[in-house]
T-cell receptor, first 113, second 113 residues
Framework: DADVTQTPRNRITKTGKRIMLECSQT?????MYWYRQDPGLGLRLIYY???????NKGEISDGYSVSRQAQAKFSLSLESAIPNQTALYFC????????????FGPGTRLTVL | AQTVTQSQPEMSVQEAETVTLSCTYDTSESNYYLFWYKQPPSRQMILVIRQEAYKQQNATENRFSVNFQKAAKSFSLKISDSQLGDTAMYFCAFMNRDDKIIFGKGTRLHILP
Protein backbone atom coordinates (compact mmCIF):
# COMPACT_ATOMS: atom_id res chain seq x y z
CA ASP A 1 0.00 0.00 0.00
CA ALA A 2 1.15 3.53 -0.73
CA ASP A 3 2.52 5.49 2.22
CA VAL A 4 0.86 8.76 1.16
CA THR A 5 -2.57 8.57 -0.42
CA GLN A 6 -4.78 11.24 -1.88
CA THR A 7 -8.49 11.13 -2.66
CA PRO A 8 -9.95 11.68 -5.13
CA ARG A 9 -7.35 11.14 -7.86
CA ASN A 10 -9.35 13.12 -10.37
CA ARG A 11 -12.28 15.49 -9.91
CA ILE A 12 -14.31 17.70 -12.17
CA THR A 13 -16.51 20.30 -10.54
CA LYS A 14 -18.32 23.52 -11.31
CA THR A 15 -17.59 27.09 -10.37
CA GLY A 16 -18.88 27.94 -6.90
CA LYS A 17 -18.89 24.39 -5.55
CA ARG A 18 -17.14 23.45 -2.32
CA ILE A 19 -14.47 20.81 -2.80
CA MET A 20 -12.40 18.86 -0.30
CA LEU A 21 -9.21 17.01 -1.18
CA GLU A 22 -7.98 14.51 1.34
CA CYS A 23 -4.53 13.26 2.19
CA SER A 24 -3.65 10.35 4.45
CA GLN A 25 -0.26 8.96 5.38
CA THR A 26 0.99 5.85 7.11
CA UNK A 27 4.59 7.02 7.43
CA UNK A 28 4.10 8.40 10.94
CA UNK A 29 5.41 11.80 9.85
CA UNK A 30 4.56 14.93 11.79
CA UNK A 31 4.77 17.38 8.92
CA MET A 32 2.35 17.60 6.03
CA TYR A 33 2.14 19.94 3.05
CA TRP A 34 -0.22 20.88 0.24
CA TYR A 35 1.19 22.01 -3.11
CA ARG A 36 -0.35 23.10 -6.35
CA GLN A 37 1.25 22.39 -9.75
CA ASP A 38 0.43 24.44 -12.83
CA PRO A 39 2.02 23.92 -16.26
CA GLY A 40 5.15 26.02 -16.59
CA LEU A 41 5.08 27.13 -12.95
CA GLY A 42 6.41 24.18 -11.01
CA LEU A 43 4.98 23.40 -7.57
CA ARG A 44 3.88 26.10 -5.17
CA LEU A 45 3.15 25.70 -1.48
CA ILE A 46 -0.45 26.33 -0.39
CA TYR A 47 -0.44 25.35 3.30
CA TYR A 48 1.76 23.34 5.62
CA UNK A 49 1.39 21.80 9.04
CA UNK A 50 4.29 20.90 11.32
CA UNK A 51 1.99 19.10 13.75
CA UNK A 52 -1.72 18.80 14.48
CA UNK A 53 -1.93 22.20 16.17
CA UNK A 54 0.52 24.05 13.93
CA UNK A 55 -0.88 25.13 10.55
CA ASN A 56 0.67 27.81 8.38
CA LYS A 57 -0.06 29.59 5.14
CA GLY A 58 2.21 29.04 2.20
CA GLU A 59 2.89 31.10 -0.88
CA ILE A 60 -0.60 30.90 -2.39
CA SER A 61 -3.18 30.28 0.35
CA ASP A 62 -5.91 32.65 -0.85
CA GLY A 63 -9.07 30.75 -1.74
CA TYR A 64 -8.01 27.64 0.19
CA SER A 65 -8.38 26.35 3.73
CA VAL A 66 -7.03 23.27 5.47
CA SER A 67 -7.80 20.98 8.36
CA ARG A 68 -5.39 18.67 10.18
CA GLN A 69 -7.77 16.12 11.64
CA ALA A 70 -5.06 13.86 13.01
CA GLN A 71 -1.36 13.28 12.60
CA ALA A 72 -2.12 11.12 9.59
CA LYS A 73 -4.74 13.28 7.86
CA PHE A 74 -4.55 16.69 6.22
CA SER A 75 -7.41 18.01 4.09
CA LEU A 76 -7.47 20.89 1.65
CA SER A 77 -10.73 22.71 0.93
CA LEU A 78 -11.78 25.06 -1.80
CA GLU A 79 -14.77 26.88 -0.32
CA SER A 80 -16.02 28.22 -3.63
CA ALA A 81 -14.07 26.79 -6.53
CA ILE A 82 -13.11 28.99 -9.48
CA PRO A 83 -11.68 28.00 -12.88
CA ASN A 84 -8.18 29.28 -12.15
CA GLN A 85 -7.95 26.72 -9.35
CA THR A 86 -7.81 24.04 -12.02
CA ALA A 87 -4.50 22.34 -11.32
CA LEU A 88 -2.72 19.25 -10.05
CA TYR A 89 -2.63 19.15 -6.25
CA PHE A 90 -0.03 17.27 -4.25
CA CYS A 91 0.16 16.34 -0.61
CA UNK A 92 3.58 15.65 0.92
CA UNK A 93 4.91 14.54 4.30
CA UNK A 94 8.19 14.67 6.16
CA UNK A 95 9.65 14.03 9.59
CA UNK A 96 10.61 16.78 12.06
CA UNK A 97 14.28 16.58 11.07
CA UNK A 98 15.55 19.72 9.42
CA UNK A 99 15.46 19.51 5.63
CA UNK A 100 14.21 15.95 5.67
CA UNK A 101 13.05 14.50 2.38
CA UNK A 102 9.44 15.22 1.53
CA UNK A 103 7.43 12.24 0.29
CA PHE A 104 4.69 13.03 -2.16
CA GLY A 105 1.29 11.50 -2.74
CA PRO A 106 0.13 10.58 -6.25
CA GLY A 107 -1.63 13.89 -6.83
CA THR A 108 -5.23 14.97 -7.46
CA ARG A 109 -6.13 16.47 -10.79
CA LEU A 110 -8.87 19.04 -10.22
CA THR A 111 -10.79 20.69 -13.03
CA VAL A 112 -13.14 23.57 -12.28
CA LEU A 113 -15.55 24.35 -15.10
CA ALA B 1 13.51 36.03 -1.43
CA GLN B 2 14.92 32.76 -2.61
CA THR B 3 14.40 31.83 -6.24
CA VAL B 4 15.19 28.76 -8.31
CA THR B 5 15.75 29.05 -12.05
CA GLN B 6 15.80 26.25 -14.59
CA SER B 7 16.79 27.77 -17.89
CA GLN B 8 16.01 24.77 -20.10
CA PRO B 9 12.24 24.25 -20.47
CA GLU B 10 12.70 21.17 -22.63
CA MET B 11 15.52 18.88 -23.77
CA SER B 12 15.88 15.76 -25.88
CA VAL B 13 18.76 13.28 -25.98
CA GLN B 14 19.39 9.86 -27.46
CA GLU B 15 19.25 6.82 -25.26
CA ALA B 16 22.62 5.97 -23.64
CA GLU B 17 23.89 9.54 -23.94
CA THR B 18 24.78 11.78 -21.02
CA VAL B 19 22.65 14.82 -20.35
CA THR B 20 23.04 17.74 -17.96
CA LEU B 21 20.14 19.76 -16.62
CA SER B 22 20.91 23.25 -15.33
CA CYS B 23 19.69 24.94 -12.17
CA THR B 24 20.66 28.18 -10.50
CA TYR B 25 19.32 29.61 -7.30
CA ASP B 26 19.50 32.77 -5.31
CA THR B 27 19.80 32.96 -1.54
CA SER B 28 21.63 34.88 1.13
CA GLU B 29 21.65 31.91 3.50
CA SER B 30 24.74 29.78 4.06
CA ASN B 31 23.07 26.56 5.18
CA TYR B 32 20.44 25.04 2.95
CA TYR B 33 19.59 21.94 0.95
CA LEU B 34 19.10 21.37 -2.74
CA PHE B 35 17.11 18.65 -4.44
CA TRP B 36 16.28 17.23 -7.81
CA TYR B 37 12.85 15.65 -8.18
CA LYS B 38 11.64 13.60 -11.12
CA GLN B 39 8.03 13.56 -12.31
CA PRO B 40 7.39 10.83 -14.91
CA PRO B 41 4.15 10.68 -16.93
CA SER B 42 2.54 8.89 -13.99
CA ARG B 43 2.84 12.35 -12.29
CA GLN B 44 4.33 10.90 -9.11
CA MET B 45 7.02 13.16 -7.60
CA ILE B 46 10.16 11.13 -6.94
CA LEU B 47 13.28 12.37 -5.17
CA VAL B 48 16.32 11.78 -7.37
CA ILE B 49 19.12 13.31 -5.34
CA ARG B 50 19.79 15.80 -2.56
CA GLN B 51 22.78 17.96 -1.64
CA GLU B 52 23.61 19.67 1.62
CA ALA B 53 25.13 23.09 1.05
CA TYR B 54 27.83 22.70 3.68
CA LYS B 55 29.15 19.54 2.03
CA GLN B 56 31.84 20.09 -0.60
CA GLN B 57 31.45 16.66 -2.14
CA ASN B 58 28.96 16.36 -4.95
CA ALA B 59 26.13 13.90 -4.31
CA THR B 60 25.73 10.84 -6.52
CA GLU B 61 23.01 8.19 -6.84
CA ASN B 62 23.86 5.50 -9.38
CA ARG B 63 23.61 7.16 -12.82
CA PHE B 64 22.63 10.52 -11.34
CA SER B 65 25.15 13.01 -10.05
CA VAL B 66 25.22 16.72 -9.35
CA ASN B 67 27.71 19.48 -9.95
CA PHE B 68 27.26 21.80 -6.98
CA GLN B 69 29.01 25.13 -7.29
CA LYS B 70 28.15 27.03 -4.12
CA ALA B 71 29.87 30.29 -5.01
CA ALA B 72 28.15 30.37 -8.38
CA LYS B 73 24.85 29.19 -6.83
CA SER B 74 24.61 26.49 -9.42
CA PHE B 75 23.27 22.95 -8.99
CA SER B 76 23.20 20.93 -12.20
CA LEU B 77 22.06 17.33 -12.59
CA LYS B 78 23.98 14.90 -14.79
CA ILE B 79 22.29 11.73 -16.01
CA SER B 80 24.73 9.20 -17.40
CA ASP B 81 23.82 6.37 -19.78
CA SER B 82 20.32 7.77 -20.13
CA GLN B 83 17.44 5.31 -20.35
CA LEU B 84 13.95 5.55 -21.80
CA GLY B 85 12.59 5.45 -18.26
CA ASP B 86 14.39 8.70 -17.52
CA THR B 87 11.85 10.54 -19.67
CA ALA B 88 10.16 12.89 -17.23
CA MET B 89 9.82 16.40 -15.92
CA TYR B 90 12.72 17.29 -13.63
CA PHE B 91 12.41 19.90 -10.90
CA CYS B 92 15.24 21.56 -9.07
CA ALA B 93 14.30 22.63 -5.55
CA PHE B 94 15.77 24.62 -2.67
CA MET B 95 14.97 24.22 1.02
CA ASN B 96 15.69 27.01 3.47
CA ARG B 97 15.91 27.11 7.25
CA ASP B 98 12.10 27.30 7.43
CA ASP B 99 11.91 23.82 5.96
CA LYS B 100 9.87 25.05 3.02
CA ILE B 101 10.75 23.91 -0.48
CA ILE B 102 10.92 26.32 -3.39
CA PHE B 103 10.68 24.62 -6.76
CA GLY B 104 11.95 25.68 -10.15
CA LYS B 105 9.59 25.59 -13.11
CA GLY B 106 10.98 22.33 -14.40
CA THR B 107 12.78 20.88 -17.40
CA ARG B 108 10.95 18.38 -19.58
CA LEU B 109 13.43 15.69 -20.63
CA HIS B 110 12.78 13.33 -23.53
CA ILE B 111 14.99 10.26 -23.98
CA LEU B 112 14.80 9.17 -27.60
CA PRO B 113 15.20 5.52 -28.66
Amino acid sequence: DADVTQTPRNRITKTGKRIMLECSQTKGHDRMYWYRQDPGLGLRLIYYSFDVKDINKGEISDGYSVSRQAQAKFSLSLESAIPNQTALYFCATSTRAFADTQYFGPGTRLTVL
Amino acid sequence: AQTVTQSQPEMSVQEAETVTLSCTYDTSESNYYLFWYKQPPSRQMILVIRQEAYKQQNATENRFSVNFQKAAKSFSLKISDSQLGDTAMYFCAFMNRDDKIIFGKGTRLHILP
